[in-house]
């Protein structure tokens, strides 16, 4: 069965948040290597965490948009190339939207992490994240929740 608009957008939340999440935490320490200058752990934290949750509000947008194109394939899926390459659209729009926000957040810690960003850092971390995520979603997702390929991609809801 194809996921569904609704599977999908819980199966996103899912693994942004959770395996993402995840990853984000033990991968953070060796993204500290690719920022320039001597921040502390805590300051790249102060990055990578609002960024993960940038990447997660951006990616349910795209869901719409992909959902829509989508329409028009036979299958109504992606073939899992384009899901790769999904990563490079959504890696630019959420830079876009991260340093907007780093430009407009109340958040004087978040606002100052944001702003000073550069490209480096961001892709190393966004795109071990997009991977790790990728990988989980193909493989142990099947193996993990043996139903949700069958239930549209949804992991909670009924049938």
């Given amino acids: 069965m194809s996921p569904t608009l609704n599977g999908r957008i819980q199966t996103r939340i899912f693994l942004v948040f959770v395996v993402g999440g995840i990853w984000t935490l033990i991968w953070t320490p060796v993204v500290k290597l690719f920022v320039e200058g001597d921040p502390t752990t805590r300051d790249v934290y102060n990055v990578t965490i609002p960024v993960l949750i940038i990447v997660g509000v951006v990616g349910i947008l795209w ?36 340093k907007q926000v780093g430009t407009y957040d109340t958040t004087e810690k978040w606002r100052a992490a944001l702003e000073a960003m550069t490209v480096t850092p961001f ?21 993990i929740f043996l139903r949700w390929r069958y239930r549209g991609g949804r992991l909670v809801g009924g049938w």
């Fill in 63 to 98: 869901e719409f948009v992909y959902h829509f194109l989508q329409q028009f394939r036979w299958e109504k899926d992606w073939p899992t190339m384009f899901a790769y390459l999904t990563g490079i659209n959504e890696g630019i729009s959420t830079w876009i939207v991260a």
């Fill in 123 to 143: 892709l190393v971390a966004f795109v071990s994240t997009w991977i790790v995520i990728n990988l989980f979603a193909g493989n142990f997702m099947k193996a």
